[in-house]
Nanobody, 114 residues
Framework: VQLQASGGGLVQAGGSLRLSCAASGSIFGINDMAWYRQGPAKQRELVASITFAGISTYADSVKDRFTISRDNAGPTVDLQMNSLKPEDTGVYYC?????????WGQGTQVTVSS
């Protein structure tokens, strides 16, 4: 499974960005998909996840601001980020659970200026 992420960039606080991640390769067997992030001098943390059936969960810090969605035809997983804050700055990684194994995208930088 290969994951290709895109959509990061620089935005002012209060702005929006949309991240996209496309899976390729052995896509049959992909279950949950998710976005993680790693801020400066921080550990990687789960931002949002979504099951094959479309059930989503969010970190408390992004609830009501971020929306995760997926298209199982791709499959692709997107993250719509609104009302961005400087503390949202970091490298965002796409993740896929393939039959219990973890696969990661290359990461895309999100920088929110105050």
């Amino acid at each position: 499974v290969q994951l290709q992420a895109s959509g990061g960039g620089l935005v002012q606080a209060g702005g929006s960005l949309r991240l996209s991640c496309a899976a390729s390769g052995s896509i049959f067997g992909i279950n949950d998909m998710a976005w993680y992030r790693q801020g400066p001098a921080k550990q990687r943390e789960l931002v949002a996840s979504i099951t094959f059936a479309g059930i989503s969960t969010y970190a408390d810090s992004v609830k009501d601001r971020f929306t995760i969605s997926r298209d199982n035809a791709g499959p692709t997983v997107d993250l719509q980020m609104n009302s961005l804050k400087p503390e949202d700055t970091g490298v965002y990684y796409c993740h896929a659970d393939w039959l219990g194994d973890d696969f990661w995208g290359q990461g895309t930088q999100v920088t929110v200026s105050s």
